[in-house]
Each structure stands twice: as C-alpha cells, then as structure tokens.
C-alpha cells in the first residue's frame, strides 16, 4: 500500500476516534476512566503508525511527504515541512487543559521553547536548501549546451539535495 492509500484510510480511522472521543466526554461516560485510558492509547497507537509509516515513504520518496499530490494546493500551503507545525500543539494545550500545577506549567513552557529552538533551526537548514537549487552555479549548469555533462552534474546536485532533505524529514519525524 502507498502512503497515499494508508493515509485515507488513517483519516477515515481519526474521524471515527474522533467520534469515540467525543462519546468518551458524554455525561454518562465522564467518569469512565477504563473507556478514557483505552482511547488515549488508541490515538497514541494511531499517530505512532501515522508517522511510521510518513517515515517510511519519506526513505521511497521525500518530495512526496514534503508537498503531498494528494492534498489540494490550498491544503499544501499550510503545511510545515511536510506536516503540521509541532509548536501548534500548545496552542491546543493552552486552550484546552486547565489546572496544570506551576511545575507542569514550567516543563510545558521549557518544552514549548525548545519546540520552537527546533522548528526556527529545521526552518533555517530548509532555508538553505532551498535556496541551494536556487544557486548561480546549479542554474549555469541547467543552462549549459553540453546536456549530457550538465545533465550529470544537476543530477549529483539534486541527488545531494534531496538526501539533505530527506535529513530534515528524518529529523523532524523522530525528533517530534
């Protein structure tokens, strides 16, 4: 199965624990701690599959994680290297969980700190690696008549570009 495929298929199965979430905060099942702790793993093991399996396809194929063909142009715009902005998390937290003691409230900030150390340095190495293709020497060799020669060389260029791609994936798939 393609990463295309498994990634309809893993909506399909987040929409419905989606719907088992919101039975779980039900009045009649509020205080059911089993049904909560059951459903936490659930999600957990469904975002562990998500990302690796993302991780895999990534090795097979990188520019396919970086700006998926699946999604429509609107939806690609708002990606992050390939996938939702990892500081995007506290803002779910600040909006949602209450009554965190001061120490948690610090190790939530410490964390949310590095988070952003880490996206500002992956931002800046895909900076730099895009602005590489961009380069005066990559593009004099696209414009040279000798194609053959030209042609080799851009392809050890972009060979070397998309393995430091593929870095940065790697990096943020398992450093998030």
């Known amino acids: ?50 990302y690796l399996e993302k991780s895999l396809a990534a090795t097979e194929d990188v520019f396919q994680i970086i700006s998926p063909p699946w999604l429509t142009f609107p939806e690609r715009t708002f990606l992050w290297i390939g996938g939702f902005r990892p500081s995007l ?9 209450q009554d965190l003691t001061a120490e948690q409230e610090s190790e939530v900030q ?9 996206e500002r340095e992956l931002g800046q190495t895909m900076a730099r690696v895009q602005e590489s293709v961009a380069s005066a020497p990559f593009m004099n060799l696209a414009r040279r008549s000798d194609e053959n020669e030209s042609y080799g060389k851009c392809y050890h260029i972009l060979l070397s570009l998309h393995h430091k791609i593929q870095g940065i994936i790697y990096k943020i798939l398992v450093d998030f």
């Open 110 to 118: 410490q964390v949310k700190a590095e988070t952003r150390r880490e």
């Open 1 to 50: 199965m393609n990463f295309e495929a498994f990634f309809k298929d893993w909506l399909i199965r987040q929409e419905n624990l989606s719907y088992q979430l919101l039975d779980a905060i039900a009045p009649e099942n509020i205080h059911n701690n089993e049904l909560h702790q059951c459903l936490i793993d659930q999600v957990l093991s469904h975002y562990q599959q998500y």
């Open 89 to 97: 998390i506290f803002k779910l937290i600040a909006n949602s969980v």
